[in-house]
């Protein structure tokens, strides 16, 4: 490409946290977090997604406009922001706030001190989030704020977060901790935090609050950044190939020399956004950065309307579109802009529309056929765009543009103009006509960070029917997209059709048929049906309030013109005003064993906040590393006959491809008590997923593009057909051996109990998806070799002793010679057990040959196809049961899809034989096969087979309910368990009489939810309101679980400070916080002064493999407790070695400093050291856990839309060892369980491969998904003499209660079936329907009826 003219010879300078950084060289497509986390100290901004949809990596991008004097801040997702794009501009990461050294951040505190933070890999993006609207709040011209607040609303903090995901806490606790800035916040509202107590005052609360001081806010330009800034931003384009003309002459001249001849690819680029969706396997050679001509970056409004520049972003064009609006009153023309601007502000998140360009928008949508909402809100409105090539430049309107063959590179997008009301229907000021306007989304997020299963915008000139009393449609423009189209489309006959029309309901149905042909999605789009109802519900909804007015009108048509066109009589749904609305922790306190029991926070939560805490992918690289990618199957069976790496992949830096031959020892990749699981396909590939090799290269850019681009040659002649459902891996006989040791027993015989019935239902049939973690850190390791043949990993897994074995038996080495390090998992949930054991044995295998050291950070794609996830299953029941609703017995049959390896699976029957037994059934017998089928191996996930077992019993309590025609929550009392049917179904484990709180919870909740009067107004709310049904639910658990061995060691150092050493690990479950706590609490007791600070002096270590050996697995809930009482055990012993030297020198001095008691023991050669091996007593190592939930929802039956209203938890956690721990503990996996039932799709094609494989498919809750009210007790039980100081587990146990949610939406579609029902004439309730898991909005939407407001309006023309 040629020089061009306005090419300087200028660095690439920007500055991070303050400090200057000039890069001399760097390829063009390095993105702002790969420079980051690879060339600077600050590791804070973390990798998640590599899309732009978690918020992981968020930084303040802070750019000066030295002609104003101005600064602008925003946040950006590093992880699609380029490098050279920030030239000139300035940087501020987490660590950028502050630190464990300097003092943290007010923000860091507050997120430690509400407990906002548990595995930490979201805090950093979660506090620069924060940071911004900070930042931003003050430069607005609002009233000072009070000491210690901020100009923040507590609608912007909340909404501050609302990209940024998080799979541990629930949100509500970072919600609080963000609003806890805002002036407008009402302290009663924030939740349980470690600042204040109950009861305080509010002043006592405020001063007790980390002081924030928004004057003394941290400056995020430097001073010499902004002398740099005055001179010119542009680059040297010949040394970076970034090339910024200023000017379109010099744009239209550097196209001309786009095909350059030599092969290389160019980009024009902007925000660079676009790249989070189609990511493009090979990078570019050379960039055009379109965003310093100033014709592209102008936003002009005259009376024609407004005009916006291409490189605009859609924040900026919010803003623009706002702007008019400074007086509170908008006029027809200016609601138009603020529609437009309200729509905008659901396209993507915060940080992504900060960069991203209207243009690029659109020129995705017109040549990628992106399902853009922008293109379908202005296509409505009429807009026009401005494109120039090399040649030439034109101007068309936007449906030419969409329509036009696709945009070749050299073309490009000026702006576009969106005309002025008058303009876009012809109507001037002062006429009598109306311009109705309104646009739409259906997606999975109410506010956004996802796409919609449709998009539209209708706008419509109505004016008073002369001569009759109706409402004439003059004209109308209607646009629908997003919904499995190339493009938007407008909806011409439909237009035509009601052009000159008075609106009636007879006019609508017509219109609703004519569109139901036009949008129509394009073949192999999901759920098409559903995407073709919403257009009919949106077009129903622009004009619902006339249609309700015509059916009351006598002559058919609509009256009441002027009331009925006052925008407020319009539906306003999918408008969220707040997120959020409050929020209730009730927690009892319990200071018997002090300081266990007290509220602390999160062990390292500040540090996670700030960005200091070290996960394994921000150890710094040792010299000579080398980086990891795997390449795995497509194929579900196959020969695999050879792997090609691409030749370009070779010269980028590859240097080994490491496959099953290379293995010394066993092929292996992980071990459980059930057998193992090779590490690599040998000959034969035996399911889609599984790793066939591992791509070594110089970089993990390099490593994933290999493994991307190699080609596996596959074989499947003359092989039998892969086993790829339950039902053929029972034809063919293929399962898993269940070990009798963990075999479940039935309970009651079947026979009698069915024979005891007044009723039966026989062979229901459910079946249940997967569900993938979504741990927000994805598996990693590094390994380094070591001198004489040992090796050292560091690897982010939850059973570093199942890693080392392997790696041991893989490398063929004896055990003594591997270490595994751990020290934080960026959450867990199950997925870091068995499979990241795979991952850490690749490494040490290419470590272990290459001698050199080797480390994976797996992309989040690769991440999701290999995780295998929850166990999906097929569920046939029979039950019977008298005419009250009293269960007499229950048969499941279950086929449990296992996969291809033996993982945990043989566990599987017994945990969900222990969930199914919440109800008393009278009799309960099963039969449960694990299926082996040529499916990736299913692994444990956050309560495994628990909560699949759960739906299962609710399922069937709801079916009985219905049969019965009988309230449902009365047949789950009735079920409920009393003690002695207790003792009988939970033989040896159900504890004495008094441990059993089930009965005093389920009242207590109902009375502290007022279940009883929410269910009265609930029926009333149904009986008034046509499109929006509520449906309310309380559902019980009982949970089964197990202690298990553990290892722990305590030694106290010189200075007195104790280092504390345990089998579990911290996965952001609280671990580490209890085992300090219980630490202390037993060290304490020696009775030496001066120990009041003494959790000051207790640090948990990282877990070494060969430090403290048979750590086991961190899992099932009790990893915590059981760690505890390990370490109490060093303690004790510890105490007893200590005590006979305090009581002399107490003899002696009086009284005994702890200092001063470790430097006697220590000379007096004391072994300041302890480890134990805590086993748990046979008697007392299974125990019962209870809590029950209330859940609220509200179905809106237009889109199927479910909006949590409330939920009401009660859960028993015993003496809770930290209720703040415990309380995140039960919030988090609620929410995950929110995701489970309602929005998660973890999928595969036909060959068993995954196809959800990013965040743009795989739907997490966010805090817009959440309960609006979420109001929790952790239930003091009080003493438990078989428990660790009376404490019982809560990391899985809540998850179950979110079945609740579940249930609720059954009943509200309940109401919307009864009513479709009435619309046509039928009087019976066909209550009896299954609601498939997840419940998603396409579920929803079918089960409430695709054609309900077609049957409505028929109803009215009846
Ligand atoms: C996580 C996420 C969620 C999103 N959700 C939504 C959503 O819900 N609804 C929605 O509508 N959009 C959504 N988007 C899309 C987003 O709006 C676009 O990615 C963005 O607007 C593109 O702008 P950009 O400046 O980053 O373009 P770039 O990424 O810089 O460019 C995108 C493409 O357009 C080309 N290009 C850019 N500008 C021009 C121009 N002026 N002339 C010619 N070619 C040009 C580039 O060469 C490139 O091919 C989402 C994006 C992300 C990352
Ligand atoms: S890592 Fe950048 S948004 Fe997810
Ligand atoms: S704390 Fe948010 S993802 Fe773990």
Not at 212 to 218: A, G, Q, R, T, V
């Amino acid at each position: 490409m040629e020089q061009s003219e306005s090419t300087v010879n200028n660095s690439l300078v920007f500055a991070v946290n303050g400090k200057r950084f000039e890069v001399s060289t760097i390829h063009p497509s390095t993105t702002v977090l790969e420079f980051l986390r690879s060339h600077t100290p600050f590791k804070g901004p973390k990798l998640s997604c590599g899309e732009g949809g978690c918020g992981a990596c968020v930084v303040l991008l802070s750019k000066y406009n030295p002609i104003l004097d101005q600064l602008d801040d925003c946040t950006v997702s590093s992880c699609l922001t380029l490098l050279c794009s920030v030239n000139g501009c300035s940087i501020t990461t987490t660590e950028g706030l502050g630190n464990s050294k300097d003092g943290f951040h007010p923000i860091h505190e507050r997120f430690s001190g509400f407990h906002a933070s548990q595995c930490g890999f979201c805090t950093p993006g979660m506090c620069m989030s924060l940071f911004s609207a900070l930042v931003n709040a003050e430069k607005t011209p609002r009233p000072e704020p009070p000491l210690g607040f901020s100009k923040l609303k507590v609608s912007e903090a909340e909404r501050a977060i609302a990209g940024n995901l998080c799979r541990c806490t629930g949100y509500r606790p970072i919600a609080d901790a963000c609003k806890s800035f805002s002036a407008d916040v009402d302290m009663e509202d924030l939740g349980f935090n470690s600042f204040w107590r109950k009861g305080d005052s509010k002043e006592v609360k405020l001063s007790s609050l980390p002081l924030y001081n928004h004057s003394d806010e941290i400056c995020t330009f430097p001073e010499f950044l902004k002398n740099e800034t005055r001179s010119t931003l542009l680059l040297d384009s010949r040394r970076y190939s970034w090339y910024s003309p200023v000017s379109i002459e010099e744009l239209q001249r550097l196209l001309g020399f786009v095909e350059d001849g030599n092969g290389s690819r160019v980009k024009v680029v902007v925000g660079n956004t676009g790249m989070g969706y189609y990511k493009e396997v090979e990078s570019y050679d050379k960039y055009i950065d379109l965003r310093h001509i100033p014709e592209f970056s102008m936003i002009r409004r005259d009376n024609t309307g407004i005009s916006i520049g291409a490189t605009v972003t859609i924040s900026k064009a919010i803003e623009a579109l706002r702007e008019y609006n400074q007086s509170g009153f908008y006029s027809e023309g200016d609601m138009v802009y603020k529609n437009i601007a309200d729509h905008m502000e659901k396209v993507a998140s915060g940080f992504i529309r900060n960069s991203a360009s209207l243009g690029g928008n659109l020129v995705m949508a017109q040549r990628n056929h992106f399902p853009s909402d922008i293109a379908t809100v202005l296509l409505a409105v009429g807009s026009t765009v401005n494109i120039m090539n090399s040649l030439k430049s034109e101007e068309l309107t936007l449906e030419e543009f969409l329509r036009r063959p696709e945009l070749d590179s050299k073309s490009i997008l000026v702006g576009v103009k969106i005309p002025d009301r008058d303009r876009i229907m012809g109507i001037s000021s002062g006429t009598k006509m109306k311009l109705l306007f309104e646009t739409y989304r259906a997606a999975p997020r109410p506010l956004g960070n996802a796409l919609p299963y449709l998009n539209a915008a209708l706008m419509a000139k109505v004016s008073r029917c002369t001569t009759s009393n109706g409402i004439i449609v003059s004209n109308c423009r209607f646009a629908f997209g997003g919904y499995g189209t190339k493009h938007p489309i407008r909806a011409t006959k439909v237009e035509e059709f009601l052009t000159g029309k008075v609106l009636s309901v007879g006019v609508l149905c017509e219109a609703v048929k004519l569109l139901k042909g036009i949008v129509v999605p394009d073949d192999g789009t999901s759920s098409p049906a559903y995407r073709s109802s919403l257009a009919v519900s949106f077009l129903f909804e622009f004009f619902s309030h006339l249609v309700e007015a015509n059916a009351k009108s006598p002559d058919g048509c609509v009256d009441g013109y002027s009331t009925l066109l006052s925008p407020a009589k319009q539906l306003d749904h999918g408008k969220i005003s707040t997120l959020l609305s409050s929020a209730k922790q009730e927690v009892e306190l319990n200071r018997q064993y002090h300081p266990v029991g007290e509220p602390i926070a999160k062990s390292g939560a500040a540090i996670q906040a700030s960005g200091e805490a070290v996960y394994v992918d921000d150890i710094p690289s040792p010299t000579n590393c080398l980086h990891g990618a795997f390449i795995y199957s497509t194929k579900p069976l196959a020969r695999v006959k050879g792997i090609k790496l691409n030749p370009k992949s070779v010269a980028d830096g590859v240097s080994a491809l490491i496959s099953f031959k290379d293995i010394p020892g066993e092929n292996i990749g992980c071990k459980t008590i059930f057998g193992t699981e090779p590490l690599f396909a040998d000959d034969f590939t035996r399911c889609a997923g599984e790793y066939i090799a591992f791509v070594v290269a110089d970089t993990q850019k390099h490593a994933n593009m290999a493994a991307n681009l190699a080609v596996v040659d596959y074989d499947m002649e003359n092989l039998e057909p892969p086993i790829l459902s339950v039902e053929e891996a029972v034809r063919r006989s293929s399962f898993f051996e269940v070990p009798s040791f963990i075999s479940p027993k039935q309970v009651g015989d079947f026979s009698r109990g069915m024979a005891k019935a007044d009723h039966k239902i026989l062979s229901a049939e459910i079946r249940l998806g997967s569900q993938y973690y979504f741990y927000m850190e994805t598996q990693t390791a590094l390994a380094i070799p070591d001198e004489d043949n040992c090796i050292v990993v560091y690897s982010s897994i939850q059973c570093p002793e199942n890693a080392h074995t392997t790696i041991s038996r893989c490398l063929g080495i004896p055990e003594h010679n591997v270490r595994v390090i751990t020290r934080r998992v960026g959450g867990g949930f199950g997925g870091k057990s068995m499979k990241a054991i795979a991952v850490a044995t690749a490494c040490a295998l290419a470590a272990y040959k290459l001698q050199r050291p080797v480390r994976i950070y797996m992309n989040r794609k690769t991440d999701m196809k290999i995780a295998g996830g929850r166990h999906p299953m097929k569920v046939t029941y029979s039950v019977g049961f008298k005419s009250n609703g009293k269960i007499t017995a229950l048969h499941v049959d279950i086929l449990i899809n296992a996969g291809i390896g033996v993982d945990i699976s043989p566990i599987m029957p017994m945990l969900m034989v222990g969930a199914l037994k919440k109800y008393d059934w009278g009799a309960f017998s099963f039969d449960i096969k694990v299926c082996k089928t040529n499916h990736l191996s299913k692994s444990a996930m956050r309560a495994p087979g628990e909560v699949q077992a759960t739906f299962i019993s609710e399922a069937v309590i709801e079916h009985v309910a219905s049969t019965l025609s009988m309230d449902v929550d009365s047949v789950r009392s009735r079920n409920l368990h009393t003690f002695n049917s207790l003792n009988f179904f939970f033989e040896g484990c159900a504890g004495e009489h008094v441990e059993y709180t089930l009965p005093l919870i389920w009242d207590k909740l109902a009375t502290s939810s007022s279940f009883k009067e929410r269910t009265d107004m609930i029926k009333q709310f149904n009986m008034c309101n046509k499109w929006q049904k509520r449906g309310i639910s309380r559902v019980p658990i009982v949970h089964e679980v197990s202690l298990k061995a553990t290892p722990g060691k305590v030694s106290i150092l010189s200075d007195g400070s104790v280092a504390v050493e345990v089998g579990g690990i911290e996965l952001g479950q609280g671990l580490w916080t209890k085992v300090k706590q219980m630490t202390a609490f037993a060290l304490i007791s020696i009775g030496c002064d001066g120990m009041g600070d003494f959790l000051e002096k207790v640090r948990v270590i990282q877990s070494d493999t060969l430090s403290l050996i048979q750590g086991g697995l961190t899992a099932g809930s009790t990893t915590s407790e059981c760690s505890c009482e390990a370490i109490r055990l060093c303690c004790n012993m510890l105490v007893e070695r200590l005590n006979p030297i305090k009581e002399r020198l107490q003899e002696q001095m009086g009284s005994v400093e702890w200092g001063t008691l470790i430097l006697q023991a220590q000379s007096q050669a004391v072994n300041l050291s302890a480890s134990s091996y805590y086993v748990p007593d046979f008697s007392s190592f299974q125990y019962l856990n209870y809590g029950a939930a209330v859940s609220e929802v509200e179905v809106n039956l237009l889109t199927g839309q479910t909006t949590i209203l409330q939920s009401d938890i009660i859960y028993d956690c015993g003496q809770s060892l930290n209720p703040a721990v415990d309380l995140g503990q039960i919030e988090g996996a609620f929410v995950q369980g929110i995701g489970f039932f309602m929005l998660e799709e973890y999928t595969t094609n036909s060959d068993g491969l995954v196809v959800t494989e990013g965040t743009w498919t795989y739907k997490i809750p966010t805090i817009d998904t959440v309960p609006k009210q979420f109001n929790v007790e952790v239930l003091n039980s009080g003493h438990h003499k078989n428990r660790v100081l009376s404490s019982k587990a809560s990391g899985e146990p809540p998850l179950l209660l979110a079945v609740s949610v579940h249930c609720a939406t059954r009943a509200a579609i309940r109401e919307a079936r009864q009513q479709l029902l009435s619309w046509t004439g039928l009087t019976k309730c066909d209550s009896t329907f299954q609601l498939e898991v997840p419940a998603t909005m396409p579920v929803v939407k079918e089960l409430c009826g695709l054609e309900n407001v077609e049957s409505y309006l028929q109803s009215l023309l009846s």
